[in-house]
């Protein structure tokens, strides 16, 4: 506790979170988050939702992210180290504050529902126009991203990059098997516990998949973003498999993907040239096969998140017999990577993963 700096609670301030900001308000503001709280505050508040915050046992402490609409903060939750994503309506652009609050309803409603190792976990959020908060565990490790900017440049170790793949892969495999898609899977989103396990996170733009209609009016990213994404076709779960073969590459990297381009240059190449970023020479066959079928530009192409999963557990076990798994290892032609798994790893896994 010592490293946050409480302020007296802002009570006199509900009669403004119980309003939009005036435009005037907004301009005057140094930010938004700084009209609601300084550098910490205990707000009071409450809700009638399942999910609702106790507003009144919420510490905000010093801010460690931002988005374009939103910030992130540390924070105590009923004695619970937290993370607190505050994301503010503007006064002045009515369509934004409608998706934003569409995006904030549509990410609880799924947070709530989701269990899983690989899954960031939700707490609780509150909904008070023009604020809008949503609670989740805090990871000390932080963003994957910000974790792969402090290597070297192609320097995680093999055994590690197959541990963060199947961390994902995982997590993945259960949001699809929920009928979910992600829609935004990047390393930025991809958070990092004490423990170096992996958790899946925002789903600002998540959808179910019975729900999800063509990409057109769409914001992702585009470095990470499926090229029929970038065209406002409609997509299927086969998007996530795309940017999870961009991470896949990260992890191979520890680079940025097409970081001499623009985002618009970037998917201009995608979609126009079939561009992808090159992969290093050093790149195992296992994991270049396994990249170049999810980043496939036909979505029928890329494999399902389950065979994924089973593709990394053989890898994971061959290279528990063999530390030289992956220098050693060359799928023969015209096999799948499934087949390809040594004999061995292979006749204890499931027929239907033989056949």
């Known amino acids: 506790m010592k490293n946050f700096y409480w302020l007296k609670q802002i009570a006199s301030t509900h009669s403004k979170l119980e309003r939009r900001l005036s435009l005037g308000e907004y301009k ?86 989701l269990r899983h190792p690989n899954i960031i976990s939700f707490v609780a959020a509150c909904k008070k126009p023009p604020v809008f908060c949503i609670i989740t565990e805090y990871y000390p490790g932080g963003s994957l991203r910000k974790y792969l900017h402090q290597q070297e440049p192609y320097s995680l170790p093999l055994n590690l990059v197959l541990k963060l793949a199947l961390d994902i892969s995982r997590g993945m495999q259960y949001l699809h098997a929920q009928g979910i898609l992600h829609r935004d899977l990047k390393s930025e989103n991809l958070l990092l516990d004490e423990d170096m396990c992996v958790k899946v996170a925002d789903f600002g733009i998540s959808c179910l998949e019975s729900q999800c209609g063509s990409a057109k009016g769409f914001t992702g990213t585009y470095r990470w973003m499926a090229p029929e994404m970038i065209k406002e076709k409609h997509h299927t779960k086969k998007v996530d498999v795309y940017s999870f073969g961009i991470v896949l590459w990260e992890l191979l990297t520890a680079l940025t993907p097409f970081d001499d381009m ?49 593709i990394l557990e053989g890898y994971s076990e061959s290279l528990e017999q063999d530390p030289e798994f992956f220098s050693s290892y060359e799928p023969p032609e015209g096999c799948s990577l499934v087949r390809c798994i040594p004999k061995c790893i292979a006749a204890r896994r499931s027929p239907s993963l033989q056949a």
Request: glycine residues 6%.
């Open 28 to 113: 005057r503001a140094v930010s938004w988050s700084k009209y609601l709280v300084s550098s910490g505050a205990e707000i009071k508040g409450g809700g009638e939702e399942e999910w609702s915050a106790d507003m009144s046992q919420l510490y905000i402490g010093n801010k460690f992210a931002s988005g374009r609409h939103s910030r992130i903060y540390r924070g105590v939750y009923k004695q619970r180290d937290v993370a607190i994503k505050l994301i503010s309506q503007p006064e002045e652009d009515g369509d934004l504050a409608a998706l934003l609050e569409k995006q904030f309803t549509s990410e609880v409603a799924l947070l709530f529902r």
């Open 262 to 310: 623009t985002p618009e240059q970037a998917a201009f190449a995608v979609c126009q040239k079939n561009a992808r970023p090159p992969l290093p020479t050093s790149c195992p066959a296992a994991f270049r096969n396994l990249i170049h079928r999810c980043w496939s530009s036909n979505p029928v192409k890329r494999p399902q998140f389950d065979e994924i999963v089973s």
